[in-house]
């Protein structure tokens, strides 16, 4: 029987690389949904009612799809053309951002103005070739991104063979790393990537060219270093130097956040849990032009910050009176601490490789139908993101595919992690088992990373703690299914805390639970102190061995954890709290003790918990 359809797989190389390549908020959220674009205009060339993985509604797409392509759209039915074109059109659709974002840089300057032209160029046949044609280093460290990959097979009845075919074969290929070669001279690096040659800067304070602007003797790179003057929409810092993709991120425009409405700092981000609307009248009232949030900490608020930023002061007032006025914004806002400290969340499902491939299906002919309905499933969950994950408690970066990254407010974080899980399972594992009842057997889960940082920590550092907290959690739990979260805070003194835990114990979620024992300290009449914290950890500690674990007794712990609680207590042993703090302690104890945890893990865990609590109340 002659094959009637393909099975096809495309996707765009190194993307968390390439989204993580930030300094601003702004370029985090312009890295993914660049990708998500890109993603998108293949999607469309390949006709998105083919598309099977992920749905075709979805907003944040991930950095592949899957798709099945009747021969009927295929010209001539030459199938490797039909799948150049797709590439073509994905080239294409990034070139189209990069001129906006050039546009959008207002550069004049003649050497610095990508030329349209490149869209002719595509599709790169000769790599090589068409990097000779170009005399721009911008256009040509432009040209060759990004990476892309795909593979094609045709198929009749044999679609699980073919779809697992076709995934070791895109493995194979990016095994073998072919890309386009882009030779620069030794220069200076991107300070976003850091790969690629520095090719547009700003300006010092004086006006002056950065010193280090100024190599390669036969001129080659001088005559393309280029200036960017025009700083209204999203600035470029001082001495900053950006390459020509990274300035495509840098001034990439969304519908969704634009102008006054731009993707909030992480400063917007710690604050969040003040109403905006308040922030931003007292913010007026003294200063011209787009609010910044980071003029609300005292420590920013002085001439030469104000003269870096370009900061101007409203006629009648001076620095004093507006830190009088930022100062007293909490004040009138009882409980609504100026936190410095907000978190990343990260998280994916759980072996989704296995899960996508049909692993706990037992009939493999229904492993298209559950793709499909996986994939419907995952785009439902991704809306509902949105609506858990948006001012005041934060806003989401991306939720794509089996993915999710966003910024949390501190005072919200635990109830977000909460209803994030609640909503994955509410809205894609419950209905999978209810849509193949008896025939699918395997759960599904996502594994989160959480980093809780100071507002001035470098926005990459956070993110790579993000992760490395999301891979801990998975490792650490690698022989109990993972489904599990990972809490690490970067404290401004350079300390650092983490723990992990299984999202639930007992069917009782351990995020509500830390969140109760946050707002028992929190609680200023009927609370506790954070005393049985420090003495415990005092007491135990000596007596852990250098793994962290304690082979004395769990009665005589809890019986002290028992004392050193009511002793805390705020209103003495009368308060009627205590019985609710011992039993979260007990639970969150109960719970490391079950997955073979070390006593470590469980004192880090409260040392968190009291963390949080110092950073978002006042007392």
């Not at 009747?70 to 010209?75: R, S």
């Not at 032209?117 to 000779?132: G, H, R, T």
């Not at 280029?226 to 425009?253: C, G, M, Q, T, W």
């Not at 002919?365 to 001012?391: D, G, P, V, W, Y």
């Amino acid at each position: 029987m002659p094959s009637t359809q393909y099975l096809f797989l495309f996707t765009i190389g190194s993307p968390q690389a390439f989204i993580a390549q930030a300094r601003k908020t702004h370029d985090l959220f312009a890295g993914s949904k660049i990708i998500s674009d890109l993603i998108d205009a293949a999607m469309v060339a390949v006709g998105k009612n083919n598309v099977i993985f992920p749905d075709a509604n979805s907003d944040a797409k991930p950095n592949r799809f899957f798709a099945k392509i009747p021969t009927d759209i295929i010209p001539d039915g030459n199938i490797n053309a039909f799948c150049e074109s797709i590439e073509t059109a994905t080239r294409k659709a990034w070139i189209l951002i990069v001129l906006e974002a050039y546009q959008n840089a207002k550069l004049t300057n003649g050497q610095a103005v990508i030329d349209k032209s490149l869209l002719d160029m595509l599709p790169i046949e000769s790599c090589q070739d068409v990097l000779a044609r170009i005399s721009k280093i911008a256009e040509k460290q432009l040209i060759v991104f990004p990476d892309i990959f795909w593979v094609a097979l045709p198929f009749n009845n044999d679609y699980k063979a073919k779809h697992d075919k076709l995934n070791t074969l895109l493995g194979g290929i990016k095994n073998t790393r072919k890309f386009c070669q882009l030779y620069e001279p030794a220069g200076r690096k991107c300070l976003l990537d850091g790969e690629r040659n520095a090719l547009f800067y700003r300006a010092n304070d004086n006006g002056n060219k950065p010193a280090f602007m100024d190599w390669d003797k036969d001129g080659y790179c001088n005559r393309q270093i280029h200036e960017i003057k025009d700083l209204e929409a999203f600035k470029l810092n001082p001495k900053e130097a950006l390459s020509a993709v990274s300035l495509v991120k840098r001034f990439y425009k969304s519908k969704e956040y634009s102008g006054e409405n731009a993707f909030p700092s992480t400063a917007e981000i710690a604050l969040m849990n003040i109403p905006k609307s308040t922030l931003e009248s007292e913010y007026h009232k003294y200063i011209e032009g787009e609010v910044d949030y980071q003029l609300f900490y005292e420590e920013n608020l002085n001439e030469i910050n104000l003269r870096k930023k370009d900061v101007r002061i409203k006629n009648g007032y001076n620095l004093e009176d507006i830190r009088k006025a930022f100062n007293s914004i909490s004040d009138n806002i009882p409980k609504q601490k100026r936190s410095k400290y907000y978190a990343i969340v990260i998280f994916d499902g759980d072996s989704f490789g296995k899960l996508w491939s049909g692993e706990g299906l037992e009939d493999d002919q229904q492993l298209e139908r559950f793709q499909i309905e996986l994939a419907r499933n995952l785009h439902i969950f991704a809306q509902k993101t949105k609506t858990i994950l948006k001012s005041p408690k934060g806003i989401t970066v991306y939720a794509g595919g089996d993915d999710f990254l966003g910024f949390v407010n501190l005072k919200h974080l635990f109830k977000v992690m909460s209803e994030l899980r609640v909503a994955y399972t509410d809205l894609i594992a419950t209905p999978i088992k209810k849509e193949f009842k008896d025939s699918f057997t395997r759960s599904i889960t996502f594994t989160a990373g959480v980093a809780i940082a100071h507002y001035k920590e470098p926005l990459s550092v956070v993110l790579g703690e993000a992760r490395a907290a999301e891979k801990a959690a998975k490792k650490a739990f690698e022989n109990d299914d993972k489904d599990a979260f990972s809490l690490s805070v970067l404290k401004h003194s350079g300390e650092s805390l983490r723990c992990f835990y299984k999202w639930k114990y007992n069917d009782l979620p351990l995020t509500d639970v830390l969140g109760r024992v946050v707002t028992k300290l929190q609680d200023a009449d009927n609370g506790f102190s954070n005393t049985f914290i420090k003495n415990i950890d005092q007491e135990f500690r000596p007596l852990m061995n250098e793994n962290g674990k304690y082979s004395g007794g769990t009665l005589h712990l809890l019986s002290e954890l028992n004392r050193l609680i009511t002793r805390s207590s705020k209103k003495g042993k009368d308060n009627p709290k205590i019985g609710e703090l011992q039993g979260c302690i007990k639970h969150i104890y109960d719970s490391n003790c079950h997955y073979n945890k070390s006593l470590e893990n469980f004192l880090v865990s409260l040392h968190i918990c009291d963390f949080i609590k110092r950073k978002t109340s006042d007392d």
